[in-house]
């Protein structure tokens, strides 16, 4: 397994068209429809990493590289046997990329909200957090944990039993400045 994060105010204008060229067309008729160059930059960055990423470890050509989505939401490489996870927030994007299973997130460091921490945390986490000096930093570490789970099994939130995604998964986290990456790996045991 191998991460990566890249800020998106260091992509200069020729990557940032080289990459949305490259973008299927659902992909670039979405990402055109955003009003915000940020929520453009992000898009389009972690679409970059992932095909840098995959290109580096399979030796595919960056513009030959094909990413599609699963009816689930799922992304996914046609044309090579890596999966991978993406995801982004302010002014990073990140991928993750492994031969099992994977899920990633970052999240910038926001207010806490106690309301939405009881709606997705179980009482043992709710209670970690209260007991916290730092409320807001724990409860995005936790949030982060649940959706590389999440992205991990392909399932969205709506449907995903959020309180208690956690339950037998082991999760990395890493903080950097005001962020958190949580990655999920499901490692294939029957061998």
């Known amino acids: ?14 990557e940032y068209d080289r990459f949305f060229a490259l973008m299927e067309e659902k992909k670039r ?3 055109s429809r955003f009003k915000n160059i940020d929520d453009k ?4 960055c972690a679409e970059m ?8 470890k399979c030796g595919i050509k960056i513009d030959e590289i094909v990413i599609e989505t699963e009816d689930g939401g799922k992304p996914f490489c046609r044309n090579a046997k890596l999966q991978f996870s993406i995801s982004h927030s302010g002014d990073y994007a990140v991928c993750a990329v492994s031969e ?3 899920g990633i997130d970052i999240q910038k460091i926001v207010p806490y909200n106690p309301k939405t921490a009881k709606r997705v945390c179980t009482a043992a986490e709710f209670c970690e957090i209260e007991k916290s000096t730092v409320k ?3 409860f995005i570490k936790i949030w982060t944990k649940k959706e590389a789970v999440m992205k991990m099994c392909g399932a969205g ?3 995903a039993d959020i309180k208690n995604c956690l339950f037998g998964k082991d999760v990395i986290t890493i903080q950097f400045s005001d962020y958190f990456v949580s990655i999920c790996e499901e490692k294939n045991t029957d061998s």
């Open 41 to 44: 930059k992000r898009s389009v």
């Open 136 to 138: 807001d930093a724990e």
């Open 29 to 31: 008729e979405r990402i």
């Open 49 to 56: 990493l992932v095909k840098r990423a995959i290109s580096e």
């Open 1 to 14: 397994m191998d991460w990566y994060k890249y800020n998106i105010n260091d992509i200069k204008k020729e």
């Open 157 to 159: 939130i709506a449907g």
């Open 100 to 102: 099992y299973p994977i």
